[in-house]
Each structure stands twice: as structure tokens, then as C-alpha cells.
Nanobody, 132 residues
Framework: QVQLVESGGGSVQTGGSLTLSCGVS????????VGWFRQAPGKEREGVAA????????HYVDSVKGRFTISQRNAKKTVYLQMNSLKPEDTAMYYC?????????????????????????RGQGTQVTVSS
């Protein structure tokens, strides 16, 4: 049974930092695309970052480049999202999702962060609130 469990959300002020964790089970961990997504009220779901667990290739949305870092600890089958310099516009429900690293989700060695529908398994989400 595939299971993803997030933790680490919370409330911070502008400029603050949070680290989200996503524990992955039920998959062959070494051949996955794992993505972090967010959805704010009234807005479309947005892929924030994605990582290929096999070779570590990463893809970010432009709005978080230089501020967010996706990483993994293979032994713990956990993917992290370190979020620095948070802004009010980062406020959203964040969740992780995973799927086997195959085409079309995986292309040219990069896991897409935009093909949201290809990520078949997702966690319950964790709220991130950034106040000004």
C-alpha cells in the first residue's frame, strides 16, 4: 500500500523558514518522481518542486528558485522541502505526491512538477501560513 505522510507545516512571519518532510512507503523508492505541490484558496494547484529519487535531478517553479530546496534522504525514504525567505504569497496547503519515474512524468531525466495528474499518490497535506 502506497503511503505518503507530510509534516512540518506551520505559521511564520515573512522572511521565516520552514522545512516540510514527506515519508514515502509502498513504492520502490529508488525509481520515483516525488513532487511538492501547493494550493491556495481560489487558486489552481501548483507544482513547486520535483525530484527523481534515483539520480537526484530536480526541477523548481521559477517563483521559488533560490528560496526553496528539495532534497532527500534515501535511507529514510524521505523527501524534504526546505523553505527560506518565505513570503505571504507562499501561503497554501502543501502536499507531496509520488509516482513511478516513467514517461511522461519523467522526460530527459527530469521529473515534471507540472504534470500534477500523473502523480497518482499524494499525502494529506500540511498548511503553511506566512504573515506579513
Amino acid at each position: 500500500q502506497v503511503q505518503l505522510v507530510e509534516s512540518g507545516g506551520g505559521s511564520v512571519q515573512t522572511g521565516g523558514s520552514l522545512t516540510l518532510s514527506c515519508g514515502v512507503s509502498g513504492y520502490n523508492y529508488n525509481s520515483l518522481c516525488v513532487g511538492w505541490f501547493r494550493q491556495a484558496p481560489g487558486k489552481e494547484r501548483e507544482g513547486v518542486a520535483a525530484i527523481h529519487t534515483g539520480d537526484g535531478n530536480i526541477h523548481y517553479v521559477d517563483s521559488v528558485k533560490g528560496r526553496f530546496t528539495i532534497s532527500q534522504r534515501n535511507a529514510k525514504k524521505t523527501v524534504y522541502l526546505q523553505m527560506n525567505s518565505l513570503k505571504p504569497e507562499d501561503t497554501a496547503m502543501y502536499y507531496c505526491a509520488a509516482a513511478p519515474a516513467t514517461w511522461p512524468l519523467l522526460s530527459d531525466g527530469i521529473c515534471s512538477r507540472s504534470r500534477v495528474g500523473e502523480y497518482k499518490s499524494r499525502g494529506q497535506g500540511t498548511q503553511v501560513t506566512v504573515s506579513s
